[in-house]
């Protein structure tokens, strides 16, 4: 299972971009990035999944280079209530786990 | 989008008792399910797969015949707390999947507090 590093914690002003990079090295063929977002006493919450190059919802973009070693999660625009821990996963088909790692911590600022 | 729904939200039990934590696909069918324990301040830690109609699959150093697991239909699995003891005091989430490339999705988790 392939592991992944992302920067423990992040700070950010309303209204700002925030963009949480990941690092993913090991990444296999058949895995998928996908990003959650959680809130304490709160089960994670998809945001958003992609394969190669870029990925849009009304919510997030999320960017990864042709060698999809790192991905990008990029928030426009974020809020006090974005503030939560963001957790950035690899792995194949919906029946095989996933393994998390420490995630990161944004705090968004007024 | 789909829903994974898990019950009690929060359950407080007695040492020595033993709580059912059940958890759910509303809206399809989940070949696996996964149980996940998060301490306060730290990550989620995969505790087992579940898989319909076959035995669940542990993680090192999880006690299988103290976290009983059951996957008796598509939409349900459930996970028993036997014998619960004050460290066994945790949020538990269960997550559900299916064999396409679709995300996991989770649910809202279960604080279990034994006193």
New interface residues.
């Given amino acids: 299972l392939a592991k992944t590093t992302q920067p423990i914690s992040m700070d950010s002003y309303e209204g700002q971009e925030v963009n949480i990079t990941c690092s993913h090295n090991n990444i296999a063929t058949n895995d998928y990035i996908t990003w959650y977002q959680q809130f304490p006493s709160q089960g994670p919450r998809f945001i958003i999944q992609g394969y190669k190059t870029k990925v849009t919802n009304e919510v997030a973009s999320l960017f990864i280079p042709a060698d999809r070693k790192s991905s990008t999660l990029s928030l426009p625009r974020v809020s006090l209530s974005d503030t939560a821990v963001y957790y950035c996963l690899v792995g194949g088909p919906g029946n095989t786990p996933l393994v998390f790692g420490k995630g990161t911590r944004l705090s968004v600022i007024a | ?1 789909a829903v ?1 729904s ?1 019950h009690p939200s929060w359950v407080i039990c007695k040492s020595g008792t033993s709580v059912k934590i059940e958890c759910r696909s509303l809206d399809f069918q989940a ?2 399910m ?1 149980w ?1 324990r998060q301490f306060p301040k730290q ?4 505790m087992a ?1 579940s ?1 319909e109609g076959s035995k669940a699959t542990y993680e090192q150093g999880v006690e299988k015949d103290k976290f009983l697991i059951n996957h008796a239909s598509l939409t349900l699995s459930t996970l028993t707390v036997t014998s619960a003891h004050p460290e066994d005091s945790s ?1 538990y ?1 269960c ?1 559900a ?13 279960t ?1 279990l507090t034994v006193t």
């Avoid at chain 2, 990550?43 to 995969?46: I, P």
């Avoid at chain 2, 999947?97 to 988790?109: A, R, V």
């Fill in positions: 989008g994974v898990q070949t696996t996964f996940y990550s989620l830690m995969l797969t898989n949020f989430i997550s999947g299916t064999d396409t490339n679709s995300p996991l999705h989770f649910g809202n988790g604080r």
